[in-house]
């Protein structure tokens, strides 16, 4: 008795099963995710990193500072970094998703403005005040006091930091608020982001990669032609690295074992020339590991009080040592400036940042590249 004829299943190969098949990041976006509770850490360490900044003690300086991983870099600058790999994966990734330009920007714009404006004015008129040794009834109508509120708001590349007798005898005398450096920055790549976008870059991969590559290799090699301030080109550099893990996102796949390995050779090439591109490879990597791999979910019942808190924190440290005196221990101004920070962010979250946000109306659209 002969056997059956063997059907087509019994007859192909067997199928390979890889014994390592991750979540690629395109599988992960759109799921539940970790990144408000990374903007919210980046913001608090952001407010850390300062702490020591207003200690009144010479030489010091944080963890980060003081293991020299570089020229500037502190946990501040590190929380700084995450904001914008962060923006440049998160913004990318919205224009792509809207229907027109003009809903990215409007999105963008209330996004970003109501509470940066809000901040300035109540600075100016309201923290100032307080803390100002000028008489109130010169210090209010003063030209510098709307000035500092106008000419901030426009996001120049040159900012107001002092308000008039407003922290004169602060160990970091008349600066108002250090962290809203970043922010003319952040628009900056908001604007690049169109343009590309516009020009259909944003949806050609091979384009959108040859365009990256060359304004990195431009900014390695000749940085005084983009910007005169190198803070700002690390910056772009980030945004950029985000920007280019969205728009490969199908060919990136996230792995426990692949963040471990880039921890590892950010360590061994530690004191290198190499350990700056290593570290910003590791470090945009491990912000997009930590927003889908680990759950922390609950987060997310909370409110988005991140931008708030980066707003609102240096305002209250400078308040804090003002009160307080000089010396001040890092661990002091850290706790009190964090949890009045967290106050101002929670109600900035809740009366103006959430009801602008309600404005928001637009279509989502295909992803395409």
Not at 165 to 184: A, D, E, K, M, R
Request: glycine share 6%.
């Amino acid at each position: 008795m002969t056997a059956p004829p063997a059907t087509l299943a019994e007859t192909a190969p067997a199928r390979v099963v890889w014994p390592l098949r991750w979540r690629t990041l395109d599988e992960a976006y759109g799921t539940t995710d970790n990144f408000q509770l990374l903007r919210f850490l980046a913001a608090m360490f952001v407010i850390f990193g300062h702490s020591y900044a207003f200690t009144g003690t010479p030489n010091q300086g944080d963890f980060i500072a003081r293991a020299n991983w570089g020229n500037g870099i502190y946990t501040g600058s590190i929380a700084v970094d995450v904001f914008f790999a962060v923006s440049g994966f998160l913004v990318t990734g919205s224009y792509l998703q809207r229907a027109n330009l003009k809903v990215f920007l409007k999105a963008r714009a209330l996004r970003i403005l109501p509470a940066y404006v809000a901040c300035l004015i109540l600075s100016a008129y309201v923290l100032g005040a307080l803390f100002t040794e000028l008489p109130l009834r010169d210090y209010w109508p003063s030209q510098e006091t709307f000035r500092y509120v106008y000419v901030n708001a426009q996001f120049g590349m040159t900012l107001i930091w002092s308000l008039p007798g407003v922290f004169v005898h602060n160990y970091l005398p008349n600066t108002i608020n250090g962290s809203i450096w970043t922010l003319p920055a952040e628009v900056r790549m908001y604007a690049c982001v169109a343009i590309l976008g516009v020009l259909g870059v944003l949806r050609r991969r091979w384009v959108v990669n040859v365009v990256f590559a060359a304004l990195l290799l431009f900014g390695a090699l000749a940085p005084e032609k983009l910007t005169s301030n190198p803070d700002f080109l690390r910056l772009a550099a980030f945004f950029l690295a985000g920007g280019f893990c969205f728009v490969n996102r199908k060919h990136i796949p996230l792995s426990s074992l692949i963040a471990s390995v880039l921890v590892v050779l950010a360590i061994l090439t530690h004191q290198t020339r190499a350990f700056p591109i290593v570290l910003g490879i590791t470090l945009t990597y491990l912000c997009l590991w930590f927003a889908y791999v680990p759950n922390f979910h609950f987060f997310n019942r909370c409110g988005d009080y991140s931008y708030g808190l980066y707003l609102w924190g240096f305002p209250m440290q400078q308040a804090a040592s003002a009160l307080i005196g000089v010396p001040l221990p890092p661990w002091i101004n850290f706790t009190v400036s964090f949890i009045v920070a967290l106050g101002l962010a929670m109600l900035s979250w809740h009366f103006i940042e959430k009801p602008a946000l309600r404005f928001k109306s637009w279509r989502r659209t295909a992803v395409v590249q």
